[in-house]
């Protein structure tokens, strides 16, 4: 089956090219060049920590008409998700200062490109 696949896309590709000078018959409609920008899209903002633990507590707000006292067991529990989530969210932001991350904000990658701009004639 992977033979015929392959043999399939050369018929395609040898259909493509032209018969006498082997050059490509399709034309891109843009230049084949990257631009110097990139769009300016905000980062994801990641998924959303400690929903077990809120949900727990507002279950327990909701067996006890809301009164704080019988839902310290809970609210405590979420306060030190809560508190785990802000340092490990600190640590990440910290790390990607340094640049250590794995993927730039579109505004740096932007300013890189018009320190380092792309040829702007086809290869």
Not at 6 to 13: C, D, F, P, R, S
Not at 67 to 76: G, I, K, Y
Request: charge should be positive; proline fraction near 4%; include cysteine.
């Amino acid at each position: 089956m992977a033979m015929q696949s392959g043999t399939a896309l050369q018929e395609k590709v040898s259909r493509m090219l032209s018969k006498n000078q082997k050059k490509p018959l399709l034309k891109p409609n843009k230049p084949l060049v990257l631009k110097d920008e990139v769009a300016n899209r905000k980062m994801n903002k990641g998924e959303a920590t400690c929903v077990t633990e809120m949900s727990m507590m507002m279950a327990c707000w909701k067996q006890n008409n809301f009164v704080d006292a019988l839902c310290s067991n809970e609210m405590q529990s979420f306060y030190k998700c809560v508190e785990k989530a802000q340092i490990a969210k600190k640590g990440k932001s910290e790390q990607h200062t340094i640049g250590q991350g794995g993927r730039l904000a579109p505004k740096q990658v932007n300013t890189l490109l018009k320190r380092h701009p792309t040829l702007q004639t086809e290869i």
